[in-house]
């Protein structure tokens, strides 16, 4: 809903006054004795239109005496203008300035009252002054915004967006819903991720031709993300337990690689690399762990029963890098293609 926020009165100098004041300062004729008498000036007439203002309306903030209390919706414009001494104060003008002041209305006070206000201020400096030459008026507008409503709106078809990939923040990512509210994690991200502001729920899903209808149609029973797989391993970090696909394949020179993909919003990301490819031709199902990505590997691996150290290690860079003998039948278990493709890569040298 559109509302009206203040009113901005100003003293402008008509095209001919500007004309006349750049020439005066191109002679430097102006010192400060003209500026001070040019802010006199101005003062002097704005004043009087405050005057006629504050005698037809009630203002708070105008006079010592207040109309009313300051919270109640009695009054009906709050005034507002600066003070010689904060803006003059090297010419030693002291006082009220009125050639530039605000009247913003009571917020305690309906819409349509203000707006009604607003028309009868208006109408008001027309009839008065509306021939002043150096008069500007500005009316500043706000927007108010039924929250209870788009809040009720957008939890009845946030569900449409979970499991959607989308660009939110200026960031790609994924949509999931937690405790009845919508999330958003960034693509890569490990541990973070944002609450879903609820207009922006509603903005998105208009974007993406969801709407109220649709969910209205739409069969609630049935699941709009895909199954997780049987086969994932938890991996305490963080502060949380996340479940890791594990996904076999080979480097280039046929060594074994196994890359680890989190699910937690029912889609696979990819979490990090829990092997790395060093000089030398490894033996079958064996591997260097990247311990420099997480010094926590090796631990988790052998709790999971998924290998057992060799005894190697090599150095590279200022890291060290232990090998590990990965069991095959764990490996089929988890991932029977990906491990196959490895088997095929190894018999002809090649990779998957």
Not at 199 to 216: F, K, N, R
Not at 299 to 305: A, C, F, L, S
Request: hydrophobic share 35%; net charge negative; with cysteine.
């Amino acid at each position: 809903m559109e509302d009206i926020c203040s009113l901005r009165l100003q003293f402008l100098y008509t095209e001919a006054q500007q004309e006349e004041n750049r020439m005066a300062h191109a002679a430097g004729i102006r010192d400060i004795v003209q500026l001070r008498q040019a802010a006199e000036h101005r003062n002097a007439v704005m004043a009087p239109i405050m005057g006629a203002i504050a005698h037809n309306f009630i203002c708070y903030g105008y006079t010592e005496d207040e109309p009313a209390p300051y919270l109640s919706d009695r009054w009906e414009f709050y005034f507002w203008c600066n003070d010689f001494t904060n803006i003059m104060y090297s010419c030693g003008l002291s006082g009220r300035d009125y050639s530039y002041f605000t009247l913003t209305f009571n917020e305690r006070q309906t819409v349509s009252h203000r707006r009604d206000l607003c028309e009868r201020l208006l109408q008001f400096l027309n009839t008065y002054f509306k021939d002043h030459p150096n008069l500007h008026v500005t009316v500043q507008y706000s927007t108010w915004y039924d929250s209870k409503k788009i809040e009720v709106d957008a939890k009845k078809i946030q569900h449409l967006l979970a499991g959607h990939r989308h660009t939110y923040g200026g960031k790609e990512g994924r949509f999931f819903l937690e405790n009845g509210q919508l999330l958003f994690r960034p693509k890569y991200a490990k541990r973070s991720f944002h609450r879903v502001d609820y207009a922006d729920i509603l903005a998105i899903c208009w974007e993406l031709g969801l709407t109220l209808d649709a969910v209205d149609e739409a069969d609630q029973s049935v699941s709009l993300e895909p199954e997780s797989p049987k086969s994932f391993l938890p991996y305490e970090k963080y502060g949380s337990i996340h479940q890791i696909q594990l996904t076999v394949t080979s480097y280039i020179d046929g060594n074994l690689a196994i890359q680890m993909v989190i699910w937690e919003d029912g889609h696979p990301e990819p979490w990090a690399s829990l092997t790395v490819n060093l000089d030398g031709k490894r033996q079958k199902d064996c591997a260097f762990i990247d311990t420099n990505g997480d010094p926590d590997f090796p631990i988790w691996i052998i709790r999971n029963g998924l290998a057992i150290p060799t005894g190697v290690i090599q150095c590279s860079g200022f890291c060290e890098y232990p090998e590990y003998r990965f069991r095959a039948d764990r490996l089929q278990e988890l991932d029977p293609d990906g491990y196959a493709s490895y088997l095929a890569s190894q018999k002809s040298g090649k990779s998957a």
